[in-house]
């Protein structure tokens, strides 16, 4: 199954641009049969650069090209969606996200901080971390970050006590869950499992009723 070009006058489909490991959005450009065709060739997403007429690997002049994981078509065949792994910031501004800007005027911060903490933690996994950096110790020691996550577990029910009894605050509490947060996903990035996994194993399991 191809996407069907010939729906779009100039031959030009929208392609969304989204992180394997992460989810997040990352650009939208377009596509046409030669940008799908070389994108399928060479496993590196390419474009149609709408203002200059021209093939577009991309990319090719900041290095910050977009390995292909996989494609995908919408419904009626004239949109694509690539998943890629990125080898940089995918917008020209250098941010991480072309989709950046919140008109609505909510800080954007919260909203990117777990892409980014994916990806920092992908990197000191793979061995871009100071050596005695807290993560390559975690890193390189599994009783030590098991025996992490078993502790921020006891510090949340911990906390989760102390706000009923009125001796914490939420506060405090969101403080053990984003301990518990973080050496839940340093854990997952030892052993191979990424965030989209999770959630999707979270989405097979809508609807079935647990039994405990």
């Known amino acids: 199954m191809e996407p069907n070009f010939d729906k779009s006058p100039d031959g030009l489909l929208p392609c969304v641009t989204q992180h394997r490991l992460t ?8 596509m046409n049969r030669l940008a799908f065709a070389k994108t399928l060739e060479t496993g590196e997403v390419h474009y149609w650069s709408r203002s200059r007429d021209a093939l577009w690997r991309k990319g090719e002049t900041s290095g ?5 994981h996989g494609l ?5 065949q004239d949109a694509i969606l690539a998943i890629v792994d ?9 941010r991480r996200t072309c989709f950046h800007n919140h008109p609505d005027g909510q800080d954007a911060s919260a909203d990117v ?6 990806a920092l933690l992908q990197a000191r996994h793979a061995g871009d971390a100071d050596a005695g950096s807290y993560t390559a110790k ?4 599994e009783n030590k970050r098991l025996k992490k996550l078993a502790e921020e577990a006891g510090e949340v029910i911990m ?8 001796k914490g605050t939420l506060d405090d509490l969101a403080g053990e869950f984003a301990d518990l947060l973080f050496h839940n996903l340093v854990v997952a990035q030892a052993v191979g499992v990424t965030p989209q996994h999770i959630l999707q194993t979270l989405a097979d399991r809508r609807g079935q009723r647990r039994h405990e």
């Not at 910050?64 to 292909?68: I, P, S, Y």
């Not at 990125?86 to 250098?94: N, R, S």
């Not at 901080?113 to 994916?118: M, S």
Request: charged share 20%.
């Open 23 to 30: 989810g997040e959005v990352l650009t939208l450009a377009y």
């Open 64 to 68: 910050h090209v977009q390995r292909l």
């Open 72 to 76: 995908k078509l919408d419904c009626d």
């Open 86 to 94: 990125p080898a940089g910031p995918a917008c020209h501004t250098g």
């Open 113 to 118: 901080l777990l892409p980014e903490l994916v």
């Open 138 to 141: 975690l890193f390189a020691d």
């Open 159 to 166: 906390a989760v006590k102390d706000l009923h009894t009125g």
